[in-house]
């Protein structure tokens, strides 16, 4: 918000600057949930079956990848963040949207470094296979098997789109459960005026 002021010929703006402070605490632990989360949900993909591929191989062609092991993926990497975004939304203890929703959108961000480390360590496939993608080839690690130049090229391509498409759901789902511990409507037409902010600092009269 701005506010003009003149004195004679000379004209100022002021801005007011309202900024929105980060609870860390609550951005940790909801990057601490959706993690455990998406490894529960990768470990019981892999007891059921659920995979993309069989065991030991590789997806070069998308288009034999498993119905179910791709819904599974994509349930487990939306719902682990709505877990996650759902958990600093309610530590911050925010009644507006917008508020729970950032919160909920950094603790996304927080979570990107560890899943890449996670993967770096070679363990994503506990965590599905969409994340595969967020790691290369450790240098400790020799190539057991020469695969075509083209299937590498694919395996790769593949890794990445399923590497993406599981932070994008991820993001999303950090926003809707944000939104849901702010416990608004879940509208985009819902929009509360401002003068009834129910999370403002409350301000006290002192009368002598």
């Known amino acids: 918000m701005s506010a003009e002021s003149c004195v004679g010929d000379t004209c100022t703006t002021d801005y007011e ?9 609550a951005v940790f632990a909801g990057s601490l949930a959706a993690l455990a989360v998406t490894v529960v949900a990768g470990l019981a993909g892999i007891a059921v079956g659920a995979q993309m591929v069989d065991h030991g191989q590789h997806l070069v062609d998308i288009r034999r990848a498993q119905i179910g092991g791709i819904l599974w993926a994509v349930c487990s990497a939306f719902l682990s963040f709505v877990v996650g975004g759902w958990v600093a939304g309610k530590i911050t203890g925010h009644t507006r949207a917008e508020h729970a929703m950032l919160q909920a959108a950094i603790a996304w961000l927080v979570a990107i470094p560890f899943f890449i480390f996670i993967a770096s360590l070679g363990a994503s496939g506990y965590m599905g296979v969409w994340y595969t993608g967020l790691a290369g080839t450790p240098a400790w690690a020799g190539n057991a098997v020469a695969l075509p130049a083209a299937d590498s090229y694919a395996i790769l391509r593949n890794n990445a789109l399923g590497a993406l498409t599981a932070l994008v759901l991820g993001l999303i789902g950090s926003v809707v459960g944000g939104w849901m511990a702010s416990g608004q409507p879940m509208t985009f037409w819902s929009h509360e005026p401002a ?3 129910t999370d403002a600092p409350l301000k006290t009269a002192i009368t002598h």
């Open 17 to 25: 600057v309202r900024h929105w402070p980060i609870n860390w605490s």
């Open 195 to 197: 003068d009834h902010r």
